[in-house]
């Protein structure tokens, strides 16, 4: 049985960590950590968890946090990175849900987040935790950096073009996010009255997931026939609801004579969480709520030059909390798809 602790057991990401590793067969959640709810049931505050997780909130601290196996830090960015080095050098496993070890260059880190990097050294011992990319990596890592939402809708639609260096000119990803997205810390644009029934662009000069998703396209780029070096536009939204992510990628081929549905069901055909939808089909939101799925599909509109690549997740699970449980699974050598194998919950 694998001992688990969650840093930040609070927020929407780690009530779904709880949701998750409540019915996982192999993983006891040994420590969970709230500073503000220190002493307080997680059913009091997350009451759907009622007589499947009974465990209390505790202060922070890192020798209980060192007890465990592996330690989930489900906390604002800038946090991990103070406590991640302390729990490798006592041979726990860490899988950082945040932003801290995304990045590779830590210049790029300051640049992005406006703080020092308190852990240079481990950028580069960090694994990017794209299980479709990483894998083999992620089976012997220490320290996984679970990708972020939108970069891991829009990385995996791109992914079959990547690697076979078929991308030219400038890719544009369109994206769209639910409220949920924003976390559960209290904010005037994600209440009721100021999200519902409208619909706004956000971080168009600069989004933080954006040199995410570009450092993933050059790692895949360099994988595959040659590296990619055109532009990357990227423009989230938030739309009113309150789970889901929707990537529209907008990207021109080289080669106009490739079977684009058999690329996507070739490159995806043994991955458990990626499903490529029937040539001509449109993947809506609601089809993966609640579950770690990302759904696909590819079209040439009118046979022209662009190609349009739709991709769906949800933002809380293969987005955040499932990923990082399937992470988990990988790095512990557990079923990869345990306590993640639930289909979407409709409607």
């Known amino acids: 049985m694998i001992k688990a602790g969650i840093v930040g057991g609070t927020g929407y990401t780690g009530a779904e960590l709880l949701r998750l590793l409540a019915v996982h067969p192999d993983v006891e959640v040994?420590?969970?950590?709230?500073?503000?709810?220190?002493?307080?049931?997680?059913?009091?505050?997350?009451?759907?968890?009622?007589?499947?997780?009974?465990?209390?909130?505790?202060?922070?601290?890192?020798?209980?946090?060192?007890?465990?196996?592996l330690v989930f830090f489900a906390t604002p960015n800038g946090i991990a990175m103070n406590s991640v080095p302390?729990?490798?050098?006592?041979?726990?496993k860490v899988v950082d849900l945040a932003a801290d070890f995304r990045l590779s260059n830590a210049a790029q880190w300051q640049q992005w987040y406006g703080v020092d990097h308190a852990c240079p050294g481990l950028l580069a011992e960090a694994v990017y935790g794209l299980p479709e990319m990483n894998r083999e990596?992620?089976?012997s890592a220490q320290l996984v950096a679970n990708p972020g939402c939108y970069p891991t809708a829009a990385?995996?639609?791109?992914?079959?073009?990547?690697?076979?260096?078929?991308?030219?000119?400038?890719v544009i990803i369109d994206a769209k996010s639910g409220v949920s997205g924003a976390g559960r810390e209290a904010k005037v644009a994600s209440?009721?009255?100021?999200?519902?029934?409208?619909?706004?662009?956000?971080?168009?000069?600069?989004?933080?997931?954006?040199?995410?998703?570009?450092?993933?396209?050059?790692?895949?780029?360099?994988?595959?026939?040659?590296?990619?070096?055109?532009?990357?536009?990227?423009?989230?939204h938030l739309v009113p609801m309150i789970r889901g992510i929707h990537t529209t990628s907008y990207v021109s081929v080289k080669d106009h004579t490739i079977d684009l549905q058999a690329l996507y069901e070739n490159r995806f055909s043994h991955e458990p969480f990626v499903d490529v939808l029937p040539a001509g089909s449109h993947p809506e939101t609601r089809s993966v709520k609640s579950c770690n799925?990302?759904?696909?599909?590819?079209?040439?509109?009118?046979?022209?030059?662009?190609?349009?690549?739709?991709?769906?997740?949800?933002?809380?699970?293969?987005?955040?909390?499932?990923?990082?449980?399937?992470?988990?699974?990988?790095?512990?050598?557990?079923?990869?798809?345990?306590?993640?194998?639930?289909?979407a919950l409709m409607p």
Do not use: W
Not at 86 to 92: H, I, N, R, T
Not at 161 to 170: D, I, S, Y
């Open 30 to 69: 040994t420590v969970i950590t709230s500073r503000k709810e220190a002493g307080k049931p997680v059913s009091e505050l997350y009451p759907g968890l009622r007589g499947k997780m009974d465990i209390v909130y505790s202060q922070p601290d890192d020798d209980a946090l060192a007890s465990c196996d």
């Open 86 to 92: 302390g729990l490798l050098d006592k041979g726990v």
């Open 137 to 139: 990596s992620i089976k």
């Open 155 to 170: 990385q995996l639609g791109l992914l079959p073009l990547m690697e076979k260096g078929l991308v030219e000119g400038n």
């Open 191 to 236: 209440l009721l009255c100021e999200a519902s029934e409208s619909f706004k662009a956000y971080g168009v000069p600069g989004h933080r997931h954006l040199p995410e998703i570009r450092q993933g396209i050059e790692r895949m780029s360099l994988a595959g026939v040659q590296s990619y070096q055109g532009e990357l536009v990227f423009v989230p």
């Open 293 to 343: 799925q990302c759904r696909i599909s590819v079209h040439r509109p009118q046979g022209g030059d662009t190609l349009v690549i739709l991709s769906v997740i949800d933002n809380l699970v293969k987005g955040a909390a499932g990923q990082a449980i399937q992470n988990m699974n990988i790095m512990c050598g557990l079923n990869e798809t345990a306590s993640l194998d639930a289909p």
